[in-house]
């Protein structure tokens, strides 16, 4: 017989399993281990930082210290729990908020972020929460604002490691960096596999410009081009 549970318990369950990581937190963090001279004594920061897996991750590799930024309560909870229990809690620091607010005037080594950047507008996906994916219709809701505001949270010679889909503008984020002074380059492109419900709440325009573009559908089965990228001041090399 099953040990009766708390409804804390199964609450907490539910969080975790709706902030597990996705083939992009593993894309992600397979560049960074593979950039790991980077991440070494690095004071870093991920904007969205969900479970904590991608800062545990550079906490493993080395960094200096951690700072995490998540808009949702159990996010913030579920990483500090994780960073804590992997020996990290001295050199981490967790903030419940929007994007670049609760680091203001602060500048970091390295800058992480997997944001929601699927082309659709807020909608409950199974499985997860409204705010994991959706970015709006083009996909730059939260994507520009973390462009626009990346060269004044970035070191002299600091970087930004970030996911971005093949079918949100990548010609676009560059031009908003180059009017900051940072340069663009693709540091890994992965086939992503993206689940019925999900491509079906893509936003209509974009799916038919890009399917069989940066859209593969095989059957029922599709999966969609998805790049890490990173940034640089220009004339760093990447
Ligand atoms: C795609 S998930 C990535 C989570 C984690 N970094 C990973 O790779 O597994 C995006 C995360 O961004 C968070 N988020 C959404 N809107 C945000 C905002 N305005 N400011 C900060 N975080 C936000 C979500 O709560 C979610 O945890």
Request: glycine letters at 12%; aromatic letters at 6%.
């Amino acid at each position: 017989m099953s040990k009766p549970r708390l409804v804390s318990d199964a609450k907490a369950e539910l969080a975790l399993a709706a902030l597990r990581p996705s083939e992009y937190t593993a894309a992600l963090i397979q560049v960074l281990q593979a950039k790991a001279a980077s991440v070494r004594g690095a004071k870093v920061l991920e904007i969205g930082s969900g479970s904590g897996v991608v800062l545990a991750a550079l906490g493993e590799l080395g960094a200096a210290s951690l700072c995490g930024i998540d808009i949702e309560e159990d996010a913030v909870e579920s990483g500090m729990l994780l960073l804590a229990e992997l020996g990290h809690g001295e050199t981490s620091e967790l903030y419940l908020g929007d994007m670049w607010s609760p680091v203001a005037g602060r500048r970091f080594d390295l800058i992480v972020a997997n944001l929601p950047h699927f082309p659709m507008e807020r909608s409950d996906v199974p499985g997860r929460l409204p705010s994991w994916s959706a970015g709006g219709t083009n996909g730059r809701v939260l994507l520009d604002p973390f462009l626009e505001g990346l060269e004044s949270h970035l070191a002299a010679d600091g970087r930004a490691i970030i996911t971005h889909n093949g079918f949100v503008d990548l010609d676009r984020s560059r031009e908003i960096l180059a009017g900051f002074g940072l340069s663009l380059g693709v540091a890994l492109t992965t086939l992503v596999y993206i689940p019925e419900d999900k491509l079906s709440r893509m936003t209509a325009s974009v799916l038919a410009v890009q399917d069989g573009r940066t859209i593969h559908r095989y059957g029922p089965y599709a999966f969609g081009e998805m790049r890490i990228v990173e940034i640089v001041r220009q004339g760093m090399a990447g």
